[in-house]
């Protein structure tokens, strides 16, 4: 399978593709033609290490990733994905059961072990590269933690200073070793732009052989569509009937992922995508614009993105045309009034305990007309557990909420971090002679 640049230009491995994570005309890449899948494929697939091999094998076929594919899924997707049923009709997808409790551990664990293996093989890229990469709050944690401790690799986690919970923030800063962390004076917005500006300087991406982690690699995103594969396969092969399912969305990584899973031919129905107040979504799909905005700072923070970039694919994938992508999703805007009201409506009615992005899941779901809810088998995702926002969940529960076991391991460990100002400048200062100390 060759990719190409949303933008255009010559098609590149995929190997190519997920150590450059961008195309060097600043587009993002997409395979040049989407495989196609039938649940018959499936056939024998049970496990999610199993469907995950099955439905990749096709985007990897005759690269050096396709012998080991199996190998690395097993490796990467360790960790249990389970559905819960809610109530009738209703049943959420628990992405939060890996290593930094949120669903980025799924992408950034099989991009490390993609990784390593094309670094092992020697003929796309010679180590050491430096993985750059910004998070809004979880991407950085899964990041590190995969990658932690892998030879040849160099992790530079960018996050916005004040805008990532305390948990967030010692998961970004606890690992010391091969991974540095830096506090940049702005926000998420800031930290992807000066990521963009560093990986658009030929002489900064040549000399630390700068590679991306961010949602917009498609070693991240591909791995995500298996649970949407898993899960609607499971229900189809019980029920005969397809899945819908809410997003939580920010970069629309997440989402993306899901939009792929069901032009490749899982039996996937309905996607809504809820965005908290940074609507730049909404407003796409209301008017047909695309007018990226300024970050406005929420509860559900991983979420705060004004120029959710993983929008430039699904663009692309509708022939740039809005009413086209009206017909792939649909969007609804949650405010953070709303987040803690769902917060606490949910734990009252059926005892769940939700961290502020799943709760606009749970809001937009319960926003939607009664007849789709009632013709409609639908799974809201959460992407993250509710104790990694502790400092927002707890009060409005009046509850302690038990941290998951890495998660209580993690915060045991020292953090330490360096702020920088949103300048190239002070960055390439960071990157500097290889250790960004000194
Ligand atoms: C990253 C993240 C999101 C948003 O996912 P995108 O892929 O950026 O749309 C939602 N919830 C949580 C907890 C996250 O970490």
Known sequence: ??????????????????????????????????????????????????????????????????????????????????????????????????????????????????????????????????????????????????????????????????????????????????????????????????????????????????????????GRLLPQAAYYARTSLDHFRQTGQRTSFVIPTGNLGNAFACIWARHVGLPIDRIVLATNANTTVEDYLATGQWLPRPTVATLASAMDVGNPSNMERLRNLCGDDAARVREEVNAVAVSDDEIRATIQDEYRRNGSVICPHTATGFFAYRRLPAVERAHRHWVVVATAHAAKFDTIVEPLLGATIKPPAELARLLRLPARFETIQPSLEELAAWLGDGTGHG
């Not at 109530?87 to 992408?107: C, N, R, Y």
């Open 1 to 218: 399978m060759e990719y190409r640049s949303t933008r255009g230009g010559p098609p590149v491995t995929v190997e190519q593709a997920i150590m450059s994570g961008t195309a060097a005309d600043g587009g993002l890449y997409v395979p040049c033609a989407l495989p196609a899948l039938s649940v018959a494929d499936f056939t024998g697939c049970e496990s999610f290490a199993e469907v995950a091999a099955r439905f990749l094998r096709p985007f990897l076929a005759a690269s050096s990733l396709e012998e080991p594919l199996a190998a690395i899924c097993r490796e990467a997707l360790d960790f249990p994905i389970p559905l819960r049923p809610v109530e009738s009709g209703l049943s959420v997808l628990e992405l939060f059961h890996g290593p930094t409790a949120a669903f980025k551990d799924v992408g950034a664990r099989f991009l490390a072990a993609a990784m390593s293996r094309i670094l092992q093989d020697g003929r796309h890229a010679r180590p050491p590269v430096t993985i750059l990469v910004a998070t809004s709050g979880d991407t950085g944690g899964a990041v590190a933690a995969a990658f932690h401790g892998r030879p040849g690799l160099r992790v530079v986690v960018l996050f916005p200073e004040g805008r990532v919970s305390p948990r967030q923030q010692h998961q970004l800063t606890c690992w010391g070793g091969n991974v540095t962390s830096l506090a940049v004076r702005g926000e998420f917005d800031d930290c992807q732009r000066l990521v963009k500006a560093a990986f658009a300087s030929a002489a900064l991406a040549r000399s630390h052989r700068l590679c991306s982690a961010n949602s917009i690699n498609v």
